[in-house]
């Protein structure tokens, strides 16, 4: 039985997230309907991460069997995006062993979150990044996330709705820094970058956590904040 990994890329912002729900538009539900028009059998695909309702993919994984595979592979790519919408794009298609599954083959994932800091937000950025208005302290940001860093648990920054069990996670990096975004020649945007790299995350994990390392930076009281879905990526997945 033929087993296909896909590569995805989508804008998340009219997404209600990658699983499927009851009457909302989802990353799995647009691709099971193409793959149901294409292959003509109903298909049901693995993800390696089951991003949140608004968040972003540049490197999503999924893979899915099927019967049989008229179609060559090198061709899946192409026919997939002719049925799939311009805000879901499948980037590469591969034939992989029968019994491999993304979501347990998955070594390390690497999400970004952007943060616009000032008083009037760019429009172009309203879907990538969260606007904080008063001054971040970026140094008490890098302090703090020093301390996520490693194995631990962490069943304070998962939201209740997941299904884990297990909440202990390794984070490999955790890093805050400002950067600029060019879209034009010559538009500089300075955004604050944090980025998570670790072998798996609990549900809205990376959300709470840059909700904390932002409490850190106006010097408040850390409480349970989570950052907003919009300014989320998932940048790689790596296996």
Same mark, same amino acid.
Request: hydrophobic share 40%; proline share 4%; net charge positive.
């Given at each position: 039985?033929?087993?296909?990994?896909? !590569?995805?890329?989508?804008? @998340?912002?009219?997404?209600?997230?990658?699983?499927?729900?009851?009457?909302?538009?989802?990353?799995?539900?647009?691709?099971?309907?193409?793959?149901?028009?294409?292959?003509?059998?109903?298909?049901?695909?693995?993800?390696?991460?089951?991003?949140?309702?608004?968040?972003?993919?540049?490197?999503?994984?999924?893979?899915?069997?099927?019967?049989?595979?008229? !179609?060559?592979?090198?061709?899946?790519?192409?026919?997939?995006?002719? /049925?799939?919408?311009?805000?879901?794009?499948?980037?590469?298609?591969?034939?992989?062993?029968?019994?491999?599954?993304?979501?347990?083959?998955?070594?390390?994932?690497?999400?970004?979150?952007?943060?616009?800091?000032?008083?009037?937000?760019?429009? +172009?950025?309203?879907?990538?990044?969260?606007?904080?208005?008063?001054?971040?302290?970026?140094?008490?940001?890098?302090?703090?996330?020093?301390?996520? +860093?490693?194995?631990?648990?962490?069943?304070?920054?998962?939201?209740?709705?997941?299904?884990?069990?297990?909440?202990?996670?390794?984070?490999?990096?955790?890093?805050?820094?400002?950067? *600029?975004?060019?879209?034009?020649?010559?538009?500089?945007?300075?955004?604050?970058?944090?980025?998570?790299? @670790?072998?798996?995350?609990?549900?809205?994990?990376?959300?709470?956590?840059?909700?904390? /390392? +932002?409490?850190? @930076?106006?010097?408040?009281?850390?409480?349970?904040?989570?950052?907003?879905?919009? @300014?989320?990526? *998932?940048?790689?997945?790596?296996?």
């Amino acid at each position: 039985m033929p087993n296909i990994k896909l !590569i995805l890329q989508y804008d @998340g912002t009219n997404f209600s997230g990658l699983e499927l729900q009851p009457d909302m538009r989802t990353i799995r539900g647009e691709i099971e309907k193409a793959l149901f028009r294409l292959y003509k059998e109903k298909i049901k695909i693995i993800s390696t991460s089951r991003t949140d309702s608004g968040v972003h993919a540049f490197e999503n994984v999924v893979n899915f069997k099927i019967k049989s595979s008229p !179609i060559p592979i090198l061709k899946i790519t192409k026919a997939l995006n002719s /049925l799939l919408p311009k805000d879901l794009r499948v980037i590469k298609a591969k034939k992989v062993k029968e019994d491999y599954n993304c979501r347990y083959a998955a070594k390390k994932k690497t999400y970004e979150y952007l943060v616009y800091n000032g008083d009037v937000m760019p429009p +172009v950025l309203l879907n990538l990044a969260w606007q904080v208005k008063p001054g971040l302290d970026i140094s008490a940001m890098k302090k703090a996330a020093k301390y996520l +860093v490693g194995k631990h648990d962490f069943s304070s920054f998962c939201a209740a709705g997941g299904d884990d069990s297990n909440f202990v996670r390794t984070l490999y990096s955790v890093s805050v820094k400002k950067k *600029l975004v060019r879209i034009w020649d010559g538009s500089k945007l300075e955004v604050v970058s944090c980025k998570f790299s @670790g072998n798996g995350f609990l549900y809205k994990m990376v959300r709470l956590m840059v909700g904390s /390392l +932002v409490e850190a @930076g106006l010097h408040k009281k850390s409480r349970r904040c989570c950052a907003p879905s919009h @300014g989320l990526c *998932l940048l790689k997945v790596v296996f």
